[in-house]
């Protein structure tokens, strides 16, 4: 299935920066700690569940710790991201999150940090994400909304720096 150039960029760039992305994303770490908590709290012991937006891994690297039991698949758009995690998951596919390749209902949860705001089609990746959840499953999403951060923007702007 064809990528959209814009997705080939977001690809990229995070392909390239997979091998040293985990020591810079403590925002997303911190997050991640949360939304983790809020599908542990919802989860049975043995769980199927898949990472959607997964990065490298570091999800399912705390989820092993806690919850061995779960049965954790990863996808990512970034193939470098994916070969950084790939030996973390049972399952790990490269895929745009807007056409994931599982059957329906599938999953018990559904876990995603901070990658649906890259989408292309937020509608399509909640639709797919909907999809492969079984009827009584649970999905955790956190993302950023429009505007967070700003005011990092702002001060960088101020003393001369590119946001």
Known sequence: VGMSNR???????????????EAHALLQHSIMLK????LADRMQDSASILDVGCGTGSFVKHAQKLRP??????????LGMCDVARPCYRHMVCADMCMLPYEATRYDGVFSNLAIQWAHHPQAAFAELSRVLKPSGVAVVSTFLHGT???????????GMDS
């Open 7 to 21: 997705n080939r960029h977001i690809a990229r760039n995070f392909s390239r920066a997979a091998t040293r992305y």
């Open 35 to 38: 939304a983790y908590q809020a």
């Open 69 to 78: 039991q779960w049965n954790i698949d990863g996808a990512d758009i970034a």
């Open 149 to 159: 951060l700003s005011e990092l923007a702002d001060i960088s702007a101020k003393v």
